[in-house]
């Protein structure tokens, strides 16, 4: 085996004014960045342009504030649309019956039919080019965990189960890049399309589960300068086997910390070396990290010890940070917790074309853009939309 060198790494708010806070204080001024409207109208109609009466991004835009106001099915969606008050839909462009003096809104049925039919990728890099041009600013290298879901409730034509790959930014929780994974393919296929979407990586520190620790993927990042974080397991048995043969009792500890959630308490002991001729694209440092977690109900205690590498140097990270990105990785379980509970997409079984992956989506944008302004129980945040039509116009910016 290649003899390794080894150097010791360097040691729920209130809501109503929260939701003002992107319009008082844009990041950006409003000229520089498309608004949602305009990133929706890049997604293509599907439909024939003979007979249609509604425009593809007004009835997107109207899906979107039903799902920020609280609706779960496609049912309720076009209950929120038949009931929208005038002044809502004359914001979004809703045309005037040419007869009667009111608004022609799309039914419920047209609603389903044409998120059956919608550009499922189109739509995702809209929502996500959106919530990327509104990501705040953070100090340091910029987490974003690359993660899948399953839809356990909906499906496809002939039962086929929906599993969506997605890119999410640790710190706010924003989804910038969503992907269908496919039955004929895996996530791993489906890791490099999905960064594809997300325009700026550079500097951006990309984590991921074992399952993506794939040479193929540490030279894409590196190729796009961005790094990486690897958890290492069984898939890579040469890399591992590396990285235990490694001196660990003689490295200091760097980094110690303790959490308490979910009836445990836990106990994260972190070391880190700078190491060369790795067998992994441009890593640079090689991470130890022992999690001793003690079950609050039965006092049983375990200790699990997770390698993982990093292109990383030590000037760029210490251990306390890299221990942090891994944990951070995991913050993207609590929007799937959001989207199971608050918004009960696991029990949904909607099974119409692309209208389950349209549904995650907008789940996506409701969650991101409370997060942006300062919401942090979404279930209130969705209440206090519900309590009044212009609310979620104001969340988009379309006031």
Not at 35 to 56: I, K
Not at 83 to 102: E, I, K, N, T
Request: charged letters at 25%.
């Amino acid at each position: 085996m290649t003899r390794l060198e080894i150097v010791p790494a360097d040691a729920s708010t209130p809501i109503p004014p929260a939701f003002d806070q992107l319009r008082e204080e844009p990041d950006v001024a409003p000229t520089e960045v498309p608004d949602l409207l305009e990133r929706l109208a890049q997604v293509p109609d599907p439909r024939d342009p003979r007979g249609v009466r509604h425009a593809l991004a007004v009835v997107l835009t109207l899906a979107a504030c039903a799902v920020l106001a609280g609706a779960t099915s496609l049912l309720a969606v076009g209950e929120w649309i038949a009931d929208a008050p005038p002044h809502v839909l004359d914001r979004l462009g809703v045309r005037s019956d040419p007869v009667l003096p009111q608004r022609l809104v799309p039914a419920e049925t047209t609603v389903r039919r044409l998120l059956a039919r919608i550009d499922g990728d189109a739509l995702d890099q809209a929502v996500g080019g959106w919530l990327a041009d509104r990501q705040p600013a953070v100090a340091g290298p910029r987490g974003l965990s690359v993660d899948g879901k399953s839809l356990r409730g909906a499906a496809k034509a002939r039962g086929q189960k929906i599993h969506l790959l997605a890119a999410v930014e640790h710190t706010t929780g924003l989804v910038l890049a969503q992907l269908d994974v496919g039955e004929k393919t895996g996530e791993t296929s489906r890791f490099q399309p999905l960064l594809d979407s997300v325009t700026d990586l550079a500097g951006t520190v990309v984590t991921s589960d074992a399952l993506h620790t794939q040479r193929e993927h540490a030279a894409y990042l590196l190729g796009r300068r961005a790094h990486y974080i690897a958890i290492v397991k069984g898939n890579q048995k040469k890399l591992r086997k590396q990285l235990k043969s490694l001196p660990w009792k003689d490295i200091p500890l760097q980094s110690r910390s303790r959490g308490a959630g979910h009836g445990r308490a836990e106990i994260r002991r972190t070391k880190v070396a700078t190491v060369n001729n790795l067998l992994f694209p441009g890593a640079r440092q090689a991470v130890q990290i022992k999690r001793r977690r003690t079950d609050r109900n039965t006092s049983k205690t375990t200790i699990t010890t997770v390698y993982a590498v990093t292109s990383l140097t030590a000037e760029q990270a210490t251990a306390a940070r890299l221990a942090q990105l891994i944990r951070d990785h995991w913050k993207i379980e609590a929007l799937h917790h959001i989207r199971d509970t608050t918004f009960a997409e696991d029990a949904s079984q909607l099974r119409t074309g692309n209208a389950p992956r349209v549904m995650a989506t907008w789940r996506n944008l409701a969650v991101g853009a409370l997060r942006l302004s300062g919401v942090k129980s979404i279930a209130a945040g969705l209440r206090y939309n519900a309590r009044d039509a212009r609310r979620p116009l104001e969340l988009l910016g379309l006031a």
